[in-house]
């Protein structure tokens, strides 16, 4: 069975920084890409970011490009998602994703085409 754990999450000032981490079982974590997205409350599930599965290459949202920071650990099967310089439109459900080999040339914004989930960590931007 496969399961996503997203956590930290948290309450933060406007500026401040937070560290996601989602952690992957019962996948081989290695040939898996992973993705971040974010839903805000009466808004649609958006692209963060993406680490493809194999070389490491990454990808973000323009409204993060600069200020967030993806990493994969294929030892811990955990990827992460680094938050600098929050704005208070950063506030949303943060999810993780997984789909098998997705790569540069996968339509990786589009959240349909990813298999596994994760339950969501909580961010909160006050201004």
């Known amino acids: 069975q496969v399961q996503l754990v997203e956590s930290g999450g948290g309450l933060v000032q406007a500026g401040g920084s937070l560290r996601l981490s989602c952690v992957a079982s019962g996948l081989t974590f290695s040939t898996y890409g992973m993705g971040w997205f974010r839903q805000a409350p009466g808004k649609e599930r958006e692209f963060v970011s993406v680490?493809?599965?194999?070389?490491?290459?990454?990808f973000y949202a323009e409204s993060v490009k600069g200020r967030f920071t993806i990493s994969r650990d294929n030892a811990q099967s955990t990827v992460y998602l680094q938050l600098d310089s929050l704005k208070p439109e950063d506030t949303a459900t943060y999810y993780c994703?997984?789909?098998?080999?997705?790569?540069?040339?996968?339509?990786?914004?589009?959240?349909?085409?990813?298999?596994?989930w994760g339950q969501g960590t909580q961010v909160t931007v006050s201004s």
């Open positions: 994703a997984a789909e098998w080999r997705l790569n540069q040339l996968s339509n990786y914004k589009n959240p349909r085409i990813y298999r596994y």
């Open positions: 680490i493809i599965w194999s070389g490491g290459t990454t």
